[in-house]
Nanobody
């Protein structure tokens, strides 16, 4: 009933920038917390950044000062601006959105398909 489509991944040299975007579509009454996770080779999935329905952001310590998360409720979109990228940022990035499909509905988590971010020389 809800799909998340990610875009913006790719390859970049250390110190470069990438912008990830995630657009939700389907039966959406409201979006609650939105965020980004990543999973590097041999590592467990970890939270990168999140933003509440009141636009309060939260960041992992490893990306503070380098990444910026934002949301556009009119477009059902969450964006992650990544600057000063490091090889350690290499991972598959997944967006995560909590969606209510009706005024009485409870928020349900949905995941994007994942997009590869590779930072190397």
């Amino acid at each position: 009933q809800v799909q998340l489509v990610e875009s913006g991944g790719g390859w970049v040299q250390p110190g470069g920038s990438l912008t990830l975007s995630c657009a939700a579509s389907g039966t959406i009454f409201s979006m609650n917390t939105m965020g980004w996770y990543r999973q590097a080779p041999g590592k467990q999935r970890e939270s990168v950044a999140s933003i509440t329905s009141r636009s309060m952001p939260n960041y992992a310590d490893s990306v503070k000062g380098r990444f910026t998360i934002s949301r556009d409720n009119a477009k059902n979109t969450v964006v992650l601006q990544m600057n000063s990228l490091k090889p350690a940022d290499t991972a598959v990035y997944y967006c995560n959105v909590y969606v209510s499909s009706s005024i009485m509905g409870s928020p349900v988590p949905y995941w994007g398909q994942g997009t590869q971010v590779t930072v190397s020389s």
